[in-house]
């Protein structure tokens, strides 16, 4: 079973920056899309995200123009950069990771909190 792991979350000010990565536990193959999703508490899971196998990418209405989503090619893990943080930007971020066949990876979440 393919396994994610995220890093690089932590405590930031507002206005500060972060860079999350993901590493995979082994190659995975027939990607299709990859993607950043986050989770703060009382609310749904939300598209934060992704990057298409063509390199299409797609954010969140509120990312946008504050994060950028690439992929490690070799590694096909996805990362994203996000600056000018808000107290809003608080959550687990998760990588998720899609492939040609259905299969749908998940990491464990890595949190991230904005201090105002």
């Known amino acids: 079973q393919v396994r994610l792991v995220e890093s690089g979350g932590g405590l930031v000010q507002a206005g500060g920056s972060l860079r999350l990565s993901c590493a995979a536990s082994e190659s995975i193959r027939s990607i299709t899309v990859m993607g950043w999703y986050r989770q703060a508490p009382g609310k749904q899971r939300e598209l934060v995200a992704s990057?298409?196998?063509?390199?299409?990418?797609n954010y969140a209405d509120s990312v946008k123009g504050r994060s950028t989503i690439s992929r490690d090619n070799g590694k096909n893990t996805p990362y994203l950069q996000m600056s000018s943080l808000k107290p809003e930007d608080t959550a687990v971020y998760y990588c998720?990771?899609?492939?040609?066949?259905?299969?749908?990876?998940w990491g464990q979440g890595t949190q991230v909190t904005v201090s105002s």
């Open positions: 990057i298409t196998s063509i390199g299409s990418t």
């Open positions: 998720n990771v899609i492939t040609f066949w259905g299969n749908a990876y």
